[in-house]
């Protein structure tokens, strides 16, 4: 199975969240192989990256703000590993 973004985080649900990640979990429960285009990681990678075009739309300030609500995102619901 090929998934566009994988955002790393724990599976389970809003009652039990598990220590394993989302991925993890399909892997383990159904057997089936998760492939990712990108990660969570890239995206950090990407909006921390000096090699991307700057832009009005996407100028380095919005882009950091991004960056941040991604990182929080990541330190509530991530699995702070990849699988």
């Known amino acids: 199975m090929f998934i566009a973004l994988?955002?790393?985080?724990?599976?389970g649900n809003a009652e039990v969240v598990a220590a394993q990640s989302?991925?993890?979990?399909?892997?383990e429960r159904w057997g089936i192989e998760v492939y990712a285009l990108a990660t969570l990681d890239?995206?950090?990678g990407?909006?921390?990256s000096d090699?991307?075009?700057s832009t009005e739309r996407?100028?380095?300030e919005v882009l950091a703000t991004h960056?941040?609500?991604i990182a929080d995102y990541r330190s509530r619901y991530g699995t702070g590993r990849r699988p």
């Open 46 to 48: 990407y909006l921390e």
């Open 42 to 44: 890239d995206l950090l």
């Open 67 to 69: 960056r941040l609500a």
């Open 22 to 27: 989302a991925v993890e979990e399909v892997r």
């Open 51 to 53: 090699a991307r075009p």
């Open 58 to 60: 996407y100028s380095a």
């Open 6 to 11: 994988d955002r790393m985080e724990r599976g």
